[in-house]
């Protein structure tokens, strides 16, 4: 069963910008993949996919200012996160939308006013 270990994220003021990378153990080639994220007290949600094709889809809160893109060769997927809000402060996960696999440790991605 596939790892997955999400890295990149840390505390920026509004309008910055982040790149989250999520590592897999093994091949992601034939696999949609998502990055999701969970604020305190909140469901955790998916912000964006990508096909194996690569073709994305974004939440609305995110459409404009976050983009998926994924490196089958480096087994990694990416989220550059740009025009950061407070509301995007949560923990952030990739994982596998069409069949969930354990969830990974996330990283943390805050942002301040």
């Known amino acids: 069963q596939v790892q997955l270990v999400e890295s990149g994220g840390g505390a920026v003021q509004a309008g910055g910008s982040l790149r989250l990378s999520c590592a897999a153990s093994?091949?992601?080639?034939?696999?949609?993949m998502g990055w999701y994220r969970q604020a305190p007290g909140k469901e955790r949600e998916r912000v964006a996919s990508?096909?194996?094709?690569?073709?994305?889809n974004y939440v609305d809160s995110a459409k404009g200012r976050f983009t998926i893109s994924r490196d089958n060769a480096k087994r990694t997927v990416y989220l550059q996160m740009n025009s950061l809000k407070p509301e995007d402060t949560a923990v952030y996960y990739c994982?596998?939308?069409?069949?969930?696999?354990?969830w990974g440790q996330g990283t943390q991605v805050t942002v301040s006013s």
């Open positions: 994982n596998l939308p069409l069949r969930l696999v354990p």
């Open positions: 990508i096909s194996s094709g690569g073709t994305p």
């Open positions: 093994r091949s992601i080639f034939g696999d949609t």
